[in-house]
């Protein structure tokens, strides 16, 4: 297996491209806590890794985020490179069966016309190129009154010193291009992952006692 790594804007965060398929399905998996990543064997390995703070799953690349600190990248890749590759030949599931699916941007049939739109919009032409990033986007909510939309910056695009540049230049800026009712958006990530999180709990609690039941 050869492995490409790729930069991302966020110096701490590195893209790792294994060259094949990382999820068998559409979506993305956002783990910022290691309990969180019981879901994930492959998360939880790299989550041993000392200096590992976060990692990101897609449908043909991971993410991983270091500390903010002194630790170099060029001292963490050769653990990571060694994980990944040992993963990938012990033939475990990337994912549990338990794992949550991601359903931000799934057609809810209470939605307007104007958050049916936006959804279309973050899937088609703004989360490919976050992902380019080494991150995801994720729809929370939008108020009509205000016109506030906010989303949610995961992976290497959570933190990063230039996301906010991207949300108000890039995502912003073409979502008032193409829908004139969206003034501005803002970026919730604390919101999302509190949500996420409890997720996860949910999910871990149902391990533990499908555990305790075998």
């Known amino acids: 297996m050869y492995i490409q790594t790729q930069s991302t804007p966020n110096p701490n965060s590195l893209k790792f491209v294994p060259g094949m398929k990382i999820l068998d399905h559409i979506g993305t998996y956002d783990f910022s806590t290691p309990e969180s990543a019981r879901v994930s064997p492959l998360a939880r390995q790299l989550f041993r890794i000392d200096g590992v703070t976060r990692v990101f799953l897609a449908p043909d690349f991971i993410s991983v985020t270091k500390e903010e600190d002194d630790m170099q990248w060029s001292l963490l890749?050769?653990?990571i490179f060694a994980c990944i590759m040992d993963f990938f030949s012990s033939n475990q599931p990337i994912l549990l069966d338990?794992?949550?699916?991601?359903?931000d941007t799934e057609i809810d049939p209470n939605d307007d016309e104007t958050v049916v739109m936006i959804k279309e919009l973050l899937d088609t032409r703004i989360r490919p190129t976050v992902?380019?990033?080494?991150?995801?986007?994720?729809?929370?909510s939008f108020d009509e009154e205000s016109g506030?939309?906010?989303?949610?910056?995961?992976?290497?695009?959570?933190?990063?010193?230039?996301?906010?540049?991207?949300l108000k230049n890039g995502i912003e800026n073409m979502m008032q291009f193409?829908?004139?009712?969206?003034?501005?958006?803002?970026?919730?990530?604390?919101?999302?992952?509190?949500?996420q999180n409890k997720v996860f709990e949910e999910t871990d609690q149902a391990l533990t006692d499908k555990e305790k039941t075998t």
């Open 178 to 195: 193409y829908i004139p009712e969206v003034m501005t958006v803002e970026a919730v990530d604390d919101e999302i992952i509190k949500l």
């Open 131 to 140: 992902m380019e990033d080494g991150g995801d986007i994720r729809y929370v």
């Open 98 to 103: 338990e794992a949550p699916k991601s359903t």
């Open 77 to 79: 890749k050769p653990d």
């Open 148 to 166: 506030v939309l906010k989303v949610a910056l995961q992976g290497s695009c959570s933190g990063c010193p230039s996301s906010t540049v991207t």
